[in-house]
């Protein structure tokens, strides 16, 4: 498995199907799901859904939280298997219970922004939580928009400007562009313009919409001068963004 999964990490994906499949063949629930995954995105062999959810599903039917996990997005996109959104966030649940970080993130998600599964603000929070200490950036930007919105918890802009913090200096958007509006507004932190600015133009760079309605805003609340200062912090290594 090691051999395979560093073949799959120098994009070999072939030479890791060649190691992968006879485990797969074999029972191996963790190449099942590695299998899996590659029929899902193309890796190494032609695309084919129908395919990666049947090894997907006996990977999740062994209990494999990445399996799980994989499946789990085929049901939520209608991919290879019909659309069922209850039938995804129980396979994200299954995973998040076993410690899947993205499976927590996703499932956390789903229970503040999808329609298809029971609104549960406070299991949302629990689910950001987890997912969060683990590192997950979108979940650390989700932890802010609920204390934000007082969803699952009482509104606290303070630890909402500081979870947006948190994903912002790992380079997630959204983050980047609702610490900008904070500072903007001064909202859990003191008012910075330049700053403000500074975060807004990395979302905006990053594909965020959400910076777009205080662009107009942080740039006309600067002279020149701190507009160039702005551009500057922008272009600032993050401390904690991959490289």
């Known amino acids: ?15 890791a199907l060649a190691i992968w499949g006879p485990l797969a063949q074999a029972g191996v629930a963790r190449a099942q799901s590695n299998v899996g995954a590659c029929f899902a995105e193309g890796l190494g062999v032609d695309r084919d859904p129908a395919l990666a959810a049947r090894w997907l ?6 209990c494999d939280p990445v399996g799980q996990r994989n499946l789990a997005a085929l049901y939520f996109r ?11 966030a129980a396979l994200y ?21 999808d329609g298809g599964i029971t609104f549960d603000p406070v299991e949302a929070l ?28 009482d509104r606290d802009p303070v630890e909402a400007a500081r979870w947006w913090h948190r994903a912002a200096d790992r380079g997630e958007p959204d ?20 700053v403000a600015l500074a975060w807004l133009l990395r979302g905006s760079a990053g594909g965020s919409a959400l910076a777009g309605r205080f662009l107009g805003p942080a740039r006309a609340a600067l002279d020149p001068t701190g507009i160039a200062e702005a551009e500057r912090l922008a272009r600032v290594p993050l401390p904690e963004a991959p490289p």
Do not use: F, I, K, N
Not at 78 to 88: F, I, K, L, S, T
Not at 96 to 113: C, I, K, P, R, T
């Open 175 to 194: 983050a980047q562009s609702m610490l900008g509006a904070a500072y903007h507004l001064g909202a859990g932190v003191a008012r910075d313009p330049v």
């Open 57 to 62: 599903g006996l990977a999740a039917d062994a």
């Open 1 to 15: 498995m090691a051999a395979a999964l560093a073949a799959a990490q120098a994009g070999d994906h072939a030479a």
């Open 78 to 88: 209608g991919d290879g298997v019909e659309r069922d959104d209850r039938r995804a």
């Open 126 to 153: 629990r689910w950001a939580h987890l997912a969060a200490d683990q590192g997950v950036a979108q979940a650390m930007t989700r932890l802010g928009m609920l204390y934000h919105d007082a969803l699952g918890a």
């Open 93 to 113: 649940r299954a995973a998040a219970e076993q410690g899947d970080a993205a499976a927590q993130d996703m499932l956390s998600w789903m229970l503040v922004e």
